[in-house]
């Protein structure tokens, strides 16, 4: 592969963005070697950690390649990001990502696009897409929006404020800050406890919540029980319900203890 690498550890496959003499800027062939990935691990893995080579996560789109666009090769291009983004947002497994230096642009589009994210202290977030006379086009009006809210997204188009991996936790941006060069294992960790769920209930956790966030609550409430009832059923469901009945695995652990 030109623009990623792939290894596993075991059950979870780490997907990293390997262009880093251009900050893992990515390009359209970038895009598209992604999507391969996507769909080579959706079925080899259980659970997906995306991270990046060199000083930084992703500085986003190729501005280079972009210049040289025609108005509807952009929206082509934009669409497309969209697509293959949401394969990893409503796919087959859950990815996490292990961010670190710039996570800007196109950047913090791919971040927004997985399920759990977490950042080391070096991680900055940025959205200049104002600065660069352009718009966000890989998804971060909806998703981004969705995690830190509004003004939050507003404030940083029109400014370009860059906000630290602290202020992004307390943004819902990320769910955990570690130590600079912790990232990667602390998201492995998460994603390798994930894989031991079953794998019916990761599909529903990743692919019914966001949906039933876009339903009325009475529609989200109806469809919740159709989801609870067809997992429960499921095989799996009554071997791992009889195991905990039979103390055969382990309790929720409390934190306070
Ligand atoms: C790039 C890109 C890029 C770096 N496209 N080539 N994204 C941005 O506006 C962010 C632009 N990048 C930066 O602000 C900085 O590069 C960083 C803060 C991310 C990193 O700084 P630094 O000092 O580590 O690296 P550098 O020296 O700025 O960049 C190294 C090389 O990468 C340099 O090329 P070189 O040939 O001079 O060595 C840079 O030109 C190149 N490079 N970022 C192309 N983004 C679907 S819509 C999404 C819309 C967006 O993502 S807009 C935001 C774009």
Redesign the pocket.
């Known amino acids: 592969m030109d623009y990623l690498t792939l290894d596993y550890r075991d059950e979870v496959a780490l997907v990293g963005l390997n262009r880093p003499?251009?900050?893992n800027?990515i390009s359209d062939a970038f895009v598209e070697e992604l999507n391969d990935v996507i769909t080579e691990v959706g079925k080899t893995a259980k659970a997906a950690v995306i991270h990046g080579h060199g000083?930084?996560f992703c500085?986003?789109?190729?501005?280079?390649e972009h210049v040289k666009k025609t108005p509807f090769e952009g929206v082509h291009?934009?669409r497309r990001?969209h697509e293959v983004f949401s394969r990893m947002e409503k796919g087959r497994i859950p990815w996490f990502a292990a961010l670190h230096g710039?996570v800007?642009?196109?950047?913090l589009?791919l971040a927004s696009s997985v399920h759990v994210r977490v950042a080391d202290r070096t991680a900055f977030f940025a959205l200049?897409?104002g600065q660069?006379g352009?718009f966000?086009?890989?998804g971060a009006s909806v998703r981004s929006a969705r995690l830190m809210g509004l003004a939050r997204m507003t404030d940083m188009m029109l400014t370009g404020r860059s906000v630290d991996a602290d202020t992004a936790e307390s943004w819902n941006l990320v769910q955990y800050v570690v130590d600079e060069g912790a990232a990667l294992e602390k998201a492995v960790e998460l994603a390798a406890q994930a894989a031991t769920n079953a794998e019916i209930s990761n599909y529903a956790i990743i692919n019914a919540l966001p949906r039933i966030q876009d339903m009325s609550a009475d529609d989200g409430l109806f469809v919740e029980s159709f989801i609870a009832s067809f997992t429960a059923t499921s095989p799996e469901a009554e071997e791992r319900l009889n195991a905990f009945l039979s103390k055969k695995v382990g309790k929720v652990t409390n934190p306070n203890a």
């Open positions: 003499k251009k900050r800027a000083p930084h500085a986003g789109l190729d501005l280079a291009g934009s990001w710039a800007v642009g196109g950047g589009e200049p897409e660069r352009i966000v086009g890989g």
